[in-house]
């Protein structure tokens, strides 16, 4: 989970390149008010999650605009799974958010807020998964 927390919080050599360009301050494909479990000491933060363009940013507060510097950054295109982990936690509306190596916590206010993330997050996962290219793609019709 450690180079998740370096990749996300910006202790990468490129922190800059994290984001890409992307303008998390305008037209978010979702954002709101998440808890998230900190990376060392497991204590609970509320946050302000700003999901686009494959990227999952994080704030201190909602007033997020272009001079805002995100608190971390996750690549959606690095995760393999979002689902519900009230079980796990044995907290209300919680989910998590997993790579191969690491798995993220978080805690939604209400249950279709958790669904919305997860189904948010779901959805940008296979838009910017790296695990089919178009150069991998067959089209066996086509070979007809």
């Known amino acids: 989970m450690a180079s998740l927390w370096r990749a996300a919080t910006g202790f990468a050599a490129k922190p800059e390149a994290d984001y890409d360009g992307v303008e998390f301050w305008s037209g978010p ?10 990376e060392y000491i497991k204590t609970w933060r509320r946050r302000w999650f700003v999901l686009k363009q494959g990227k999952l940013f994080w704030f201190k507060d ?4 272009r001079a805002s510097k995100p608190r971390g950054v ?15 936690l044995n907290k209300q509306y919680a989910f998590e958010l997993s790579t191969r190596s690491d798995t993220m916590y978080f805690i939604a206010d209400s249950e279709k807020e958790k669904e919305d993330w997860i189904n948010s ?6 838009q910017h998964s790296r695990s089919v290219t178009d150069s991998e793609i067959v089209d066996y019709d086509s070979k007809r």
């Open 29 to 38: 494909e979702r954002a709101g008010w998440l808890t998230k479990q900190g």
């Open 62 to 65: 909602s007033g997020v605009t």
């Open 74 to 88: 996750i690549p959606v295109a690095a995760c393999l799974t979002v689902k519900g982990a009230e079980d796990i």
């Open 121 to 126: 997050i779901g959805r940008s996962i296979v």
